[in-house]
C-alpha cells in the first residue's frame, strides 16, 4: 500500500529521544495541514536519522510517504503516521534559509547615550 499526504508544515515540536531495549533512539513529530475544501491537521513521525537527511522547516510544502501503524498499551490503542520519505514541492529547492537580522548592534559605552542623567 503505497500511503502519501501533502500539505504545509505548520509546526515543528520538540525531538524526543530515550534509551529502549534495542539502544538509544530519538523521534520528532510535524504538524502538516492538508489542502483542499477540508482541510485537515495530522502531525507525521519522523524517527532517527531521517530527521537530519530530511531537515523539515515550518512552512515547506511537503508530501510525505507514510506508514501508519496502531499499537495497543493498557487497553488503549495509539496511531503514529510514520514519514519514511518526504519529498518537497516542485517551487521548493530545499529548507528556506534561517532569518539574517544582520550583526549584533554593540551596546552603547557610557558617553554614546543622549539621555539627561
Partial sequence: MDLKITGTVRQVLE?????GRNGPWRKQEYVLETEGSYPRTVCLV??????????IRTGERITASIDVQSREYNGRWYTDVKAWKVERDSGTAGPP????DGPIPEPPG??????PF
Fill in 15 to 19: 525531538e524526543v529521544s530515550g534509551e
Fill in 110 to 115: 557610557e558617553d554614546d547615550d543622549d539621555l
Fill in 46 to 55: 519522523v524517527w532517527g536519522d531521517n530527521i537530519d537527511q530530511f531537515a
Fill in 97 to 100: 534559509p534561517l532569518p539574517d
